[in-house]
């Protein structure tokens, strides 16, 4: 079964950090280009970081930059999400997405709060 799980999440003082992972089973994620979002309630989602299939290059939104760092290990089937300097508004679940052409699959998030 094709499945995306995040972990990682958690609560956590601004200035702080954590490390979300997403492992991917039932398919070969290195095939995938992959995708962090986020979402807070009652907004829509964001799209935080993406990596190319090779990991060979990556995009991030401009609040996320020189913050945030999205890698993969292939080998693993896995893709992280290193979030630095956190604030309270990074407050949000945050969802892997893999993306194919026309194919796409998604995680159920991982819940990650910023508050002191």
């Known amino acids: 079964q094709v499945q995306l799980v995040e972990s990682g999440g958690g609560l956590v003082q601004p200035g702080g950090s954590l490390r979300l992972s997403c492992a991917a089973s039932?398919?070969?994620?290195?095939?995938?280009?992959m995708r962090w979002y986020r979402q807070a309630p009652g907004k829509d989602r964001e799209l935080v970081a993406s990596?190319?299939?090779?990991?060979?290059?990556?995009n991030y939104a401009d609040s996320m930059k020189g913050r945030f760092t999205i890698s993969r290990d292939n080998a693993k089937n896995t893709v992280y999400l290193q979030m630095n300097s956190l604030k309270p508004e990074d407050t949000a679940v945050y969802y892997c997405?893999?993306?194919?052409?026309?194919?796409?699959?998604w995680g159920q998030g991982t819940q990650v709060t910023v508050s002191s």
């Open positions: 997405n893999a993306r194919r052409s026309l194919v796409e699959y």
């Open positions: 039932g398919f070969t994620a290195s095939s995938y280009a």
């Open positions: 990596i190319s299939s090779t990991g060979g290059s990556t």
